[in-house]
């Protein structure tokens, strides 16, 4: 496989139904579309910055989800839903600025990394920390706000204690227990993965022990999830408990959720609020994964909008943040 694409779509194996289609672009470059960089070993890491017209307007970095998902949010498994560039376009009519970013070793990042599967969760933590300085030194800002969206989530949550210059955190449909209890509830919703459950659970004991797993004999949707080029980052990030990283933050925190998300619950944007209980909490009812409106409890028509890049940002979504960043100044 190409270093540009990793294979991490433990999420997306079960909800990718497209055919391969790589992200679209929308005319974001008439608000201010400018391309940033931020140096690390190997790279550069490469965004896209979408600043307003406004001298000093919050600037926030975007932190894409799990697998090969684009500074867009899209991903050649099928997702086209644009979700972060139009979270970007909206922001930028709110006055705020963003910075949305490949993952070391994908699509504009590719740089030298040579493998992007080799990876931890201190990667791209440690990644965040160095967009933040370049974003700093770029617009002058004199803090960024982490947004992290699904997987992105954690990511912040585990960067944020090494960065004073965040000005705080916002978690967009992220999960609020470790990623071997949400891989567990994701297999269990399907009645077809019976059958999965015991290597699965196998597998994920393994890996939360800190030891690989061979994956020969297992079925393929299993293979696809603890793949063996998979199994470093999957056991440096299995076993970490969100819950456990957003309580000593003291920092403002915004736990943003859709009440139609098929991969993150509602349960999971509460366990997070209980851990810390000064964070705002905004539950949008119709709004899905990818922040597209969902009408139904219909799975079919959810995972639909995943693969419809012309569906507009779910209402609220850019409002609750745009709201939580006015209160927060």
């Known amino acids: ?14 909800f990718a139904t497209a055919t391969v289609m790589m992200a679209g672009m929308t005319d974001s470059a008439a608000m201010g ?21 406004k001298p000093d307007a919050p600037v926030v970095l975007i932190i894409p989800g799990s697998g090969p998902t684009d500074r867009n949010g899209n991903s050649p498994l099928g997702i086209r839903a644009q979700a972060y560039h139009l979270l970007a376009d909206a922001l930028a009519a709110r006055g705020i600025a963003s910075v949305r970013i490949d993952k070391r070793g994908m ?10 599967n080799a990876v931890t969760l201190e990667d791209y933590a440690s990644d965040v920390k160095s967009w933040v300085g370049a974003i700093r030194q770029r617009s002058g800002a004199g803090c960024v706000w982490l947004l992290g969206h699904s997987e992105g989530g954690l990511v912040a949550l585990a960067a944020i204690g090494r960065i004073p210059d965040a000005c705080g955190l916002i978690l967009v449909s992220t999960a609020g227990r470790p990623l071997g209890d949400v891989l567990m509830q994701q297999l269990r ?7 999965l459950l015991s290597a699965a659970k196998k597998a994920i004991g393994a890996l939360e022990g800190g030891r690989r797993v061979d994956v020969s004999d ?19 990030e299995i076993s970490v408990d969100p819950a456990a990283l957003i309580r000593p ?20 944007a509460k366990r997070l609020s209980k851990a810390q209980p000064t964070a705002t909490l905004v539950i949008l009812p119709h709004v899905n994964h990818v922040l597209k409106s969902v009408a139904s409890d219909d799975h079919a028509a959810n995972v639909a909008t995943y693969g419809d890049p ?7 979504v850019a409002e609750a943040i745009a709201e939580f960043l006015r209160v927060n100044r």
């Open 1 to 14: 496989m190409s270093g540009c694409l990793s294979i991490r779509n433990f999420v997306l194996a079960f």
């Open 33 to 53: 579309e400018t391309e940033i960089e931020a140096d690390i070993p190997n790279g550069p890491l490469r965004g896209t910055m979408l600043q307003p017209e």
């Open 107 to 116: 699509f504009g990042s590719a740089g030298k990394f040579g493998d992007a």
């Open 189 to 195: 919703a399907s009645p077809a993965n019976a059958p």
């Open 218 to 236: 297992m079925a393929a949707p299993l293979q696809r999830i603890f793949a063996s080029q998979v199994q470093g980052f999957l056991i440096s």
């Open 249 to 268: 933050i003291r920092r403002p925190v915004l736990i943003l959720q859709g009440g139609e998300d098929i991969q993150v619950s509602v349960d999971d």
């Open 310 to 316: 012309e569906l507009p940002l779910a209402p609220g």
